[in-house]
């Protein structure tokens, strides 16, 4: 069988994309997820863009153990060094640089000449080599690159050391059918081509960005590098779900090609990643839409209940969604809803089994049956909980709404300790609530970029899950609320991004004073 590498850039590529901003603790979830799922490469972040990247980088180099861990770089000596330092203690560290190939990219982007392009490749590629064997360089936009000269550009890469090329269609602009010619002329026309492994990276512009990355395999690229939920610039890269189980499900037409995805994690995956970044899954996407594996219309139904190979080629079981409904309730003891967990593909500590359990026990005195949805909700709050140390916690609320009267909302919070309670009109009750806190917390200047509200499973009784986008100063703040009653979701995922927003302008401050001092000091 031969292996095609999983690349993913979900952290990288991915958390480009506007909206798509994660913090350390939110991109080390994600790093886990990808290590469940054994992607072969983690592309951690791009080291010298910010600290934060580089913090990021290093520290997903530290923890995860079972995967490559690349860190992107340009092609100059500074941006290699640091992607270096980045990830020097991964278990298999790679450097990911890369220079842009195109007429339009050399000439007005890089105003570089054609041969300096070429040396700047070959220099630099030797360069990141003098770090580490592991090397990968990229021809950006080499779907618009002249051909002659991107045989030329691949040659000197694999010269000076290259041990993987990949071919990116950066602005989505190739079809399946000529990325299978590139990457198979490529292969056959550069010499030393056959001693490194082909990558491609698409992106989604017209669409078509699985079928030119399987086009690209079908022409020998050994690697695809992709993104969980297809997140990514503009309209996204390719996604790690669709291409995995396109390749999964057609083992006609990718014979002897297979790829090491443990794909009854993508579901879990692919919700990890929706719940901590908000950016919402279209309903119809495949794979992961909440509407992948619904059979609406009556000749389906009928169908599929005559035998599900009618009109479906894939299982929800394949991609992780249990279908085994047991149900759980009040009367289920620790070692069944354990059992359940794992089930659902979950090893949790016992610090975070006990926890879990505990709100699987309250949610069981508010709801008359607990889904495997609830539970996963449950565990996926439970694993980005993120709160603020020293923040505000909700004590108890109360709402007077009707639909003749203005909305009141009493809330009382709690921060170290001190009880803090205040009262305020709003249209609506949890216009009224944001009120009350605003009112308690005064969060500074902000825009207030997403509220979003769903329910966990069906039912009246359901779970509502809450997603709040704040944003100040370019930075963005989310926050998030577990609950059967949408009001006390809607206030804990409130309270939730404005301690984290509070905390950001506490670290302000305190750098501001410190360089103040220093500088007077001096
Ligand atoms: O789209 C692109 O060209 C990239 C490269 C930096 C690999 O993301
Ligand atoms: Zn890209």
């Known amino acids: 069988m031969s292996i095609i590498k999983i690349f993913d850039t979900t952290l990288r590529d991915g958390e480009q994309a506007p909206g798509c901003s994660m913090n350390l603790k939110e991109k080390l979830e994600v790093a886990r997820c990808l290590e469940r799922l054994r992607v072969d490469v983690i592309e951690a972040g791009f080291a010298i863009s910010s600290p934060g990247d580089f913090e990021s980088v290093s520290t997903i180099a530290r923890e995860v153990k079972e995967c490559t861990v690349a860190s992107l770089a340009r092609a100059t000596e500074k941006d290699i060094d640091c992607a270096w330092e980045a990830v020097k203690h991964a278990a298999d560290p790679r450097i990911h640089l890369f220079l842009a190939t195109s007429p339009v990219h050399m000439?007005?982007?890089?105003?570089m000449s054609p041969q300096q392009v070429l040396e700047q490749v070959e220099y630099m590629t030797a360069y990141a080599k003098k770090y580490v064997s592991n090397v990968e360089f990229s021809a950006e936009d080499a779907t618009r690159s002249d051909a002659d000269f991107l045989c030329k550009v691949v040659e000197r890469a694999i010269r000076a050391g290259a041990t993987v090329i990949n071919i990116p269609d950066t602005v989505g602009y190739t079809t399946p059918a000529e990325m299978q010619h590139l990457i198979s002329m490529l292969i056959g026309c550069v010499p030393g081509a056959d001693k490194v492994e082909f990558s491609v990276h698409c992106h989604n512009d017209l669409g078509m960005a699985v079928a030119n990355s399987l086009g690209g395999v079908m022409g020998g690229a050994r690697q695809i590098e992709c993104t969980i939920n297809g997140l990514g610039e503009r309209a996204g890269n390719t996604s790690m779900e669709e291409v995995v189980m396109a390749m999964r499900t057609r083992p006609d037409l990718y014979a002897g090609i297979g790829t090491r995805i443990d794909t009854t994690q993508i579901s879990r995956a692919s919700k990890t990643v929706y719940n901590l970044i908000g950016q919402p899954v279209p309903l119809n996407k495949p794979i992961v839409g909440r509407n992948a594996f619904l059979h609406e219309s009556g000749i389906h139904q009928h169908g599929v209940l005559a035998n599900k190979k009618t009109?479906?080629?894939?299982?929800?079981?394949?991609?992780?969604?249990?279908?085994?409904?047991i149900v759980l309730g009040k009367h289920s003891g620790k070692h069944a809803f354990e059992e359940r967990l794992q089930d659902l593909g979950y090893?949790?500590?016992?610090e975070e089994l006990q926890s879990c359990f505990e709100e699987f026990k309250d949610l069981c005195d508010k709801k008359k049956?607990?889904?495997d949805a609830d539970i996963m909700a449950i565990v996926r709050h439970l694993a980005v909980a993120d709160e603020v140390e020293n923040g505000y916690a909700l004590d108890w609320f109360a709402v007077h709404a009707s639909n003749f009267t203005t909305a009141t909302c009493t809330v009382c919070l709690l921060k170290e300790d001190v009880k803090y309670e205040d009262v305020s009109l709003g249209d609506g009750p949890i216009d009224a609530a944001f009120n009350a806190i605003d009112r308690i917390i005064k969060p500074v200047e902000h825009s207030f970029d997403l509220y979003r509200i769903e329910s966990v499973s069906s039912g009246k009784d359901t779970l509502g899950e809450v997603h709040i986008k704040l944003s100040a100063n370019g930075r963005s703040f989310s926050g998030r609320g577990l609950s059967t009653d949408i009001i006390e979701a809607s206030i804990l995922a409130?309270?939730?991004?404005?301690?984290?927003?509070?905390?950001w302008v506490e670290r302000r401050e305190k750098a501001a004073l410190a360089a103040k001092t220093e500088t007077k000091e001096a």
């Open 107 to 111: 000439q007005y982007k890089l105003r």
């Open 311 to 325: 009109y479906e080629i894939l299982t929800p079981e394949a991609i992780g969604i249990a279908t085994n409904n």
């Open 494 to 503: 409130y309270i939730g991004a404005c301690n984290k927003l509070g905390a």
């Open 369 to 371: 049956t607990v889904t």
């Open 347 to 350: 090893n949790l500590s016992k």
